[in-house]
């Protein structure tokens, strides 16, 4: 097994003073040691009245106690094998000392009785906890960045995109009866290919049998990229005409005229069909919007955005020319990303923007936004991808802040520019990351 390094944050010593502190005063208790009228207040904060006054009722009359539910504990001895069985597992990222922990405890086991209740089989659905304190290696190992983090695995498979809905019985419950639906529509007619929505990406697998080796590769692809591709299949007769030499897979990009692609590798190994697969539904260039913002956002890296007009399909493709033309070696340490003008109002206004100057190009360094240029000069050789650099390397903040470097600079021009210099305006997408008042953050980000 590989060996894990020690978690260890800038925080970590302040975390652990404040822990004493808290044991010390008495200021947190341990959950289980909270009386039955202080764990209610805790709880009134968090859960919607009707479900707090069935908690309540199940205090008073005993039914229900903190601990109950069947939560699997996770350590470095356990966790690959608990998880790699799991068809899905939720694991809750937690440490004691954390107020916010404390209060999704006692939730958090209550979802996991009604949701065993409903998959009695323990390999289809997971609930699980790992005790960051105790295991740091294994909070580092999945870059727990705050407490508690909700954390959905399938088949062993870390997923993108954690758990960020209400913390309530109900809503988790939910959450994961939707993770257990099957992402695959079975089409009983191929002229119903004819008619798909190509507007969103769609992958369509034509198999011979349900009962195959390629399809469960399939099903299983599927199931972790169901968020970001329409999955559809089809079986014997109906997929015949389709499978000229054998079962295969294509991918219907969107746009009308958009031509087909198909997969050319084994069905049966999934590394390849994931790569394949993700490739195709994960485009380079995403759209942000209000409800994947704290995702995006929480991954930590600055935001090339293109501010365009919902209809301006152009601009976007240029863009998304540009970028994988310029930029592509740069995926993974900025987000690319496009955002409706009209949505994001506030931002433009940050950057002395509005809709009507769409489109617009700027970075938010989660510190400050800087604006490119204009858009224009996204047909001049490497201006982007420079543009990107000078972030990396300090220039666009030096420059904000001190007018243009000196090498930049003509005679003369130095002392003018450092006049008319300014500081950039503060990042607007920085007030999208996960909350204080909902989390408890471990580390900032560093200033660029």
Known sequence: MMQLTTFKTANTSGHQRRRRWCRETGKI????????????????????????????????????????????????GNIDDILNSAGVA???FYADWCRFSQMLHPIFEEASNIVREEYPDATQVVFARVDCDQHSDIAQRYRISKYPTLK?????????????GQRSVTAIADFIRQQKVDPIKETVNLEEISTIDRSRRTIIGYFEKRDSDNYRTYEKVANILRDDCVFLAAFGDVSKPERFSGDNII?????????????????????????????????????????????????????????????????????????????????????????????????LLHIQKTPADCPVIAIDSFRHMYVFPEFSDLAVPGKLRQFVLDLHSGKLHREFHHGPDPTDSTPGQLEENREVASSPP??????LAPSETRYTILRDRDEL
Request: aromatic content about 10%.
């Open 29 to 76: 208790q341990q959950h289980r040691n909270l009386n039955q009228h202080h764990y209610t207040m805790k709880l009134s904060s968090i859960i919607p009245a009707p479900e707090l006054h069935y908690f309540t009722l199940l205090l008073v009359t005993g039914l229900y106690t903190p601990g109950r539910g069947e939560i699997t504990s996770l350590d470095a």
């Open 90 to 92: 939720l694991v809750n």
């Open 152 to 164: 959905l695995f399938r088949n062993g498979m870390m997923m993108k995109r954690e758990y960020r």
């Open 251 to 347: 991918y219907k990009p969107m746009g009308e005229n958009t031509p087909d692609m198909v997969y050319m590798g084994s069905l049966t190994n999934f590394d390849l069909s994931y790569a394949w697969t993700q490739d195709k539904c994960v485009p380079l260039v995403r759209e942000i919007t209000f409800e994947n913002g704290e995702e995006l956002t929480e991954e930590g890296i600055p935001f090339l955005i293109l501010f365009h007009l919902k209809d301006d399909t152009d601009s976007l493709e240029k863009f998304q020319q540009e970028v994988a033309r310029q930029l592509i070696s740069e995926k993974g340490s900025i987000n690319f990303l496009h955002a409706d003008c009209d949505k994001f109002r506030h931002p």
């Open 426 to 431: 503060e990042s607007s997408f920085q007030k």
